[in-house]
């Protein structure tokens, strides 16, 4: 099993979206990372084939997604950024509905859902309203409508968006669990939520593909390129706003600072080893944020 994605490009209207994106997935489960604007959710929606890309090719074990259809379609699984739901309709109902639209049959559905339900710890909820649950559970009900086809193919758009730090623990794990075997490409621009189940990282930036490695690799890539350094307060401010700072700690003494930078920042920075969050820094060359 295969999906082989060959130098795809989108623009909209002058903007380029996807600029020559190049990947060959295998099972596994892919962290598609880059920060809001990188094409992230257009590179899903081709995936998905929902659009066309300006140019390039998508096959599934050698052939065009666009041509193989409907059969493609029954092996992807695709959980978007917002997915739709009728407020009114129970858990149970919503997803009998999903797998009428997938065309199941009645008797497997019935299974399916059952065996969904409780790996996603919605099974004594099955008769709540979608609209009573919480966002992480409307969020493991999204996960439960997308493998109901048993896909081969799992696309998980910012599925962990909103969600509250135990929430996001409990998503993490949950995929990890179900994307055993499969193809998984998991979007998000939260750097932790990918660190501890992604078998290796795609770093998209301005559409390109800029980095695909493992975390150690993608780390072992910035060693000699972060610095903390002991700054006054005053003296931390004008660093912060001509260095990458992925970390500011205020103490008794001053700032200890956390500096990226190819270079030695200064006489008295020492070289520290980065993190994952350092590394999609250096990369991207964003400053640092709450969210990483």
Not at 1 to 20: G, T
Request: charged residues 20%; aromatic residues 8%.
């Amino acid at each position: 099993m295969v999906l082989d994605i060959d130098r795809i490009s989108k623009c909209y209207k002058e903007k380029i979206v996807i600029n020559q994106f190049s990947a060959s997935l295998q099972p596994g489960v892919y962290g598609l990372l880059g920060p809001n604007g990188a094409g992230k959710t257009t590179f899903m929606r081709m995936v998905c084939g929902l659009i066309r890309p300006d140019s390039g090719s998508i096959l599934y074990d050698g052939k065009s997604i666009h041509d193989l259809g409907e059969q493609y379609r029954k092996v992807l699984g695709y959980l978007p950024q917002n997915f739709g739901y009728y407020p009114s309709f129970t858990v149970q109902r919503y997803m009998e509905y999903i797998a009428s639209l997938k065309g199941l049959n009645v008797n497997f559905s019935k299974r399916k859902i059952n065996e969904l339900l409780e790996v996603v710890g919605l099974q004594e909820l099955r008769k709540s309203k979608i609209s009573s649950l919480s966002g992480g559970m409307r969020q493991r009900l999204g996960i439960a409508q997308s493998m109901l086809n048993e896909p081969n193919v799992l696309i998980l758009d910012e599925p962990t968006v909103g969600l509250d730090p135990s929430e996001r623990v409990k998503f993490r794990n949950l995929i990890s669990t179900i994307s055993q075997g499969k193809i998984t490409i998991l979007s998000t621009h939260i750097v932790s939520d990918i660190s501890y189940i992604a078998d290796e990282i795609l770093l998209v930036q301005h559409g390109r593909l800029q980095y695909r490695g493992n975390v150690q690799q993608l780390t072992t890539k910035v060693e000699g390129k972060v610095w903390e350094v002991l700054a006054e307060n005053q003296q931390a401010n004008i660093i912060a706003q001509n260095y990458i700072v992925s970390n500011m700690h205020h103490i008794s003494q001053g700032v200890i600072l956390r500096i990226i930078s190819n270079h030695q920042p200064f006489p008295q920075a020492k070289p520290v080893p980065p993190t994952l969050e350092e590394a999609y820094l250096f990369y991207t060359g964003e400053r640092g944020n709450d969210e990483l």
